[in-house]
């Protein structure tokens, strides 16, 4: 059964950091494109943050360039979202997202808020 975690949220003050994780099961996550998304509450899903399966090439939306690094570890089959200098504009849930190669299908993790408030 394939399962996507997503943790890593909390209220943190503008200026602060967070890391988010997502596990993966049910599959090598080494097979998958990682994206995170974020939903802002009244808003569509953003494409935040993407890296290729072997983690060597990565890309990212202009709104979080410098501020935000997505990572992997293939061999803990978990992706990772650190986030410098939020923003209250950061403010969202984030999800993370899998992408096979081996199948169109895409997976969703559940989501885990992120609140960027002093």
């Known amino acids: 059964q394939v399962r996507l975690v997503d943790t890593g949220g909390g209220l943190v003050q503008p200026g602060g950091s967070l890391r988010l994780s997502c596990e993966v099961s049910?599959?090598?996550?080494?097979?998958?494109?990682m994206r995170w998304y974020r939903q802002a509450p009244g808003k569509g899903r953003e494409l935040v943050a993407a890296?290729?399966?072997?983690?060597?090439?990565?890309n990212y939306a202009d709104s979080v360039k410098g501020r935000f690094t997505i990572s992997r570890d293939n061999a803990k089959n978990t992706v990772y979202l650190q986030m410098n200098s939020l923003k209250p504009e950061d403010t969202a849930v984030y999800y993370c997202?899998?992408?096979?190669?081996?199948?169109?299908?895409?997976?969703w993790g559940q989501g885990t808020q992120v609140t960027v408030s002093s």
């Open positions: 997202n899998a992408e096979p190669n081996w199948n169109p299908r895409q997976y």
């Open positions: 049910g599959f090598p996550m080494s097979t998958s494109l």
């Open positions: 890296i290729t399966t072997s983690g060597g090439s990565t």
